[in-house]
């Protein structure tokens, strides 16, 4: 069991400690008696089990062994799985608070760095969760959105872009090499377009639609960790999102630290001082042992957090730097941000990079204005005081990592899936022709061959009807958010089953998004299954389980920025379909994947991408 898990060279823990460590696993073998579920190990429960075999693999086969109500054990924590769908919408409606994540990884952390988890909106509980959700909210209401559709719209458009001006450079030198009459030349010529690995594309593409939209800034400048030049991912990538791993200065960049965040939320990428997590009576002293010592991919988590940490407060000094008064607004005492300055920002200055935070019509707020909404808030569960800078702090890196990674994720996705259905892409492509303007030859000044009158508006958008469809059976078939968590406060009773206070409670997402009683064909890609009756659907939406498709999470809880996530999706899908055709390249079905806090491609996606012949797919 230790030598699965790697662990290192410790002295046995003293015989208090075992003896402690002894008596809270009997009680917590008795607490849990009655509710079946495989066979957990001492110390480490069935984290083995989730290590050798995907806990989507493993929760999937649980459930057909013991039943919808199971509990499973990773380290010294229990979790009940609710797989029923009824039973799974009445704890996410009826219950509020995230359960703490349960990768070790982050329980190691220390200071600062530990203070992000408890402050950030994820794992933020009760009145001060609403505090925080009140203040985010304001960021995706409808102006808002609509706000960012030309930042997201040109995102797209720059991709776009430069893979066309990667195609044609690739063709060049192919019809060149075909000219000197070299057989392997001749060959590797009769092959058209450009090989490019996809997620790293889309986490790149997500991470600007961040900077610019929330921040007003542009993530690929050197002073963010960038490299000041916007690279297409090679194709040889062992990891998902290949990306520079470090800035011209050196440091970690950007999209490496959030990828790499994203990599040890892994099981596979647990620290070997993931034991310590098994004695909580000696994990305050743990943490620092394991920080000081750290293998590899604890390192790792801390390099990239360190990373994330300082971008974070980078963009908080900008922030300041741009609206600082003659009066020294913009800096901090005792810790807090100033409340004069945030509501300040709430009123005026310069509508990109912070203001107006928030707009008198219809609560929206201006691109860039992210941080001037979270200046202005207050904690209600406090007095109504005004954030400090580490509240702060665990938002910025919230919104960086949340919209860096599952937007990413679907997208990549969906071309996958594509690429491997020509004939929906064909669907898609007919759909793209019918509402965007037609395909031509690149002559405007960005190269992306479309001019102003050729932006992709929110009118346009809502047209795309099974581009969004495409999108939601990508999630249904590949949730980047593959489960979720309650937390109970008092005991509750699920299908008959006694559930003690404070329990972990896991709804299988992945499980319900392909249950047979849910889904027709629950393995095959039908995008039409998300399209009304009357646009070509093939199943009853209105029938259909009110729970059995949720991608965004549900009730309360529900992701606050599904809309913002949605509409960027759309956006880079319609543009790269209207201009490009994608071809799988061959070993990648099935498609490896990577299961951790999200589900992502393990290797990423690697397509052949040339450009659309003008009524072709």
Request: glycine fraction near 8%.
């Given at each position: ?127 001060y969760w609403r505090s925080l959700r009140t203040a985010w909210q304001p960021a995706f209401a409808p102006p808002s959105l609509r706000g960012y559709q030309a930042l997201m719209d040109a995102e797209a458009r720059s991709l776009v872009a430069r893979l066309e001006a990667r195609i044609a450079a690739a063709e060049a030198q192919a019809a060149e090499a075909a000219q000197a009459a070299e057989a392997e030349a001749q060959a590797a010529a009769g092959r058209e377009g450009l090989a490019v690995e996809v997620h ?418």
């Amino acid at each position: 069991m230790l030598t699965l898990l790697k662990l290192p060279s410790l002295t046995p823990p003293p015989p208090a400690m075992q003896i402690i460590t002894l008596l809270q696993e009997v009680v917590t073998r008795w607490r849990y008696r009655h509710i079946p579920g495989p066979r957990p190990r001492w110390l480490t429960g069935n984290i083995n089990d989730i290590i050798k075999g995907g806990l989507i693999n493993c929760t999937n086969g649980w459930i057909q062994q013991y039943g919808p109500v199971i509990r499973f054990r990773l380290m010294g924590r229990v979790f009940v799985m609710i797989s029923d769908p009824d039973a799974a919408r009445s704890v996410l409606t009826k219950l509020t608070n995230h359960a703490q994540l349960a990768n070790p990884n982050m329980h190691l952390m220390t200071g600062n760095l530990r203070a992000m988890d408890r402050f950030g909106l994820l794992m933020a509980k009760d009145d001060y969760w609403r505090s925080l959700r009140t203040a985010w909210q304001p960021a995706f209401a409808p102006p808002s959105l609509r706000g960012y559709q030309a930042l997201m719209d040109a995102e797209a458009r720059s991709l776009v872009a430069r893979l066309e001006a990667r195609i044609a450079a690739a063709e060049a030198q192919a019809a060149e090499a075909a000219q000197a009459a070299e057989a392997e030349a001749q060959a590797a010529a009769g092959r058209e377009g450009l090989a490019v690995e996809v997620h790293g594309e889309m986490s790149r593409l997500t991470l600007a639609v961040v900077g610019t939209a929330a921040y007003g800034v542009d993530f690929n400048s050197p002073e963010y960790g960038g490299s000041g030049v916007a690279a297409l991912s090679p194709t040889t990538s062992s990891a998902p999102a290949s990306a520079p791993a470090s800035s011209p200065s050196g440091e970690l960049s950007l999209v490496a630290a959030c990828n790499d965040w994203f990599r040890t939320m892994s099981p596979a990428q647990r620290s070997k001082w993931a034991i310590a997590t098994a004695f909580p009576v000696a994990l305050p002293l743990l943490r620092h042992v394991a920080c000081a010592l750290a293998d590899g991919p604890l390192a790792m988590h801390i390099r990239a957090r360190r990373m994330l940490s300082k971008t974070s407060i980078r963009l908080m000094d900008d922030w300041r730097a741009r609206h600082a008064t003659g009066n020294g607004n913009g800096a901090t005492t005792n810790g807090s941000a100033p409340a004069a300055n945030g509501t300040a920002a709430a009123n005026g200055g310069a509508a990109n990079g912070g203001g107006p935070a928030v707009r008198a019509a219809g609560g929206g707020v201006a691109p860039g204005s992210f941080l001037g909404l979270m200046l202005a808030a207050r904690d209600k569960s406090s007095g109504g005081r005004a954030l400090s800078d580490a509240e702060i702090e665990a938002q910025v890196q919230t919104f960086l990592l949340a919209g860096f990674e599952t937007t990413a994720n679907a997208l990549t996705f969906a071309v996958y899936l594509l690429a491997l259905h020509p004939d929906k892409a064909a669907c898609l492509v007919a759909e793209l022709d019918r509402h965007l303007p037609p395909h031509r030859p690149a002559g405007s000044a960005d190269g992306s061959g479309l001019d102003a009158a050729d932006e992709l508006t929110m009118e346009t958008l809502d047209k795309l009807v099974y581009t969004e469809a495409v999108i939601n059976e990508a999630m249904r078939l590949f949730p980047p958010a593959h489960g979720t968590t309650r937390i109970n406060e008092k005991p509750m009773q699920i299908l008959g089953y006694d559930i003690p206070a404070g329990s972990t409670l896991w709804i299988p997402i992945a499980h319900l998004h392909k249950k047979d009683s849910l889904w027709a064909e629950p393995e095959a890609f039908r995008p039409e299954r998300f399209l009304p009756a009357d646009a070509g659907g093939v199943e009853q939406l209105a029938a259909r389980h009110p729970h059995a498709h949720q991608p965004f999470g549900a009730g309360t809880r529900m992701c606050v920025g599904w809309r913002f996530a949605m509409q960027e999706a759309k956006t880079v899908l319609a543009r790269l379909f209207q201009r490009l055709a994608f071809e799988l390249e061959p070993g990648q079905v099935p498609l490896p994947l990577s299961v951790g806090l999200t589900l992502a491609p393990k290797h990423g996606v690697v397509v052949r991408i040339r450009r659309r012949r003008h009524g072709a797919a």
